[in-house]
């Protein structure tokens, strides 16, 4: 049976879970995930465990931080003056915003604290410095 490989487009199922057991992702209620191994389209960690499986197997696999989202960077913490936001937005906690630079980069962020005067955001991802663990199964090699 063959092995799963660079190059090859793999589907799997999977579940994630933080260290405290909570789920924060699962294919298993939709298609199965789809992607080409070494192509980077999924984090480096979870491409290294699909790496060498066989259909039909599975396996659970524990993903360090920076294998997965990287570390937290405080960097990406910041807070702006209210009034340098979109005339008319009214942001809540919560809230997600896409800045775009004048070099055309882009970056979401999430609304964390909000007052009358300033607006704290966060440009981490959410899971970012997070271990994370997958119980991952190989349905299919193309």
Do not use: C, W
Not at 24 to 40: M, V
């Amino acid at each position: 049976m063959s092995k799963a490989k660079k190059g090859d487009l793999v589907y799997v199922h999977y579940t994630g879970t933080l260290q405290d057991g909570t789920v924060f992702d699962s294919s298993r209620e939709r298609e199965p995930l789809a992607f080409e191994l070494g192509k980077g389209m999924v984090v480096p960690g979870f491409e290294a465990a699909v790496t060498g499986m066989e259909v039909g197997e599975r396996k659970t696999a524990t993903i360090p931080a920076d294998q997965a989202y990287g570390p937290r960077m405080e960097q990406l913490t910041f807070t702006v003056p209210r009034e340098n936001l979109p005339p008319g937005y009214d942001p809540q906690v919560g809230d997600i915003m896409r800045l775009e630079f004048r070099d055309g980069r882009q970056l979401n962020v999430v609304i964390t604290q909000a007052d009358e005067g300033f607006v704290k955001m966060d440009g981490n991802h959410p899971l970012a410095g997070q271990d994370l663990t997958f119980e991952i199964e190989l349905m299919k090699i193309e």
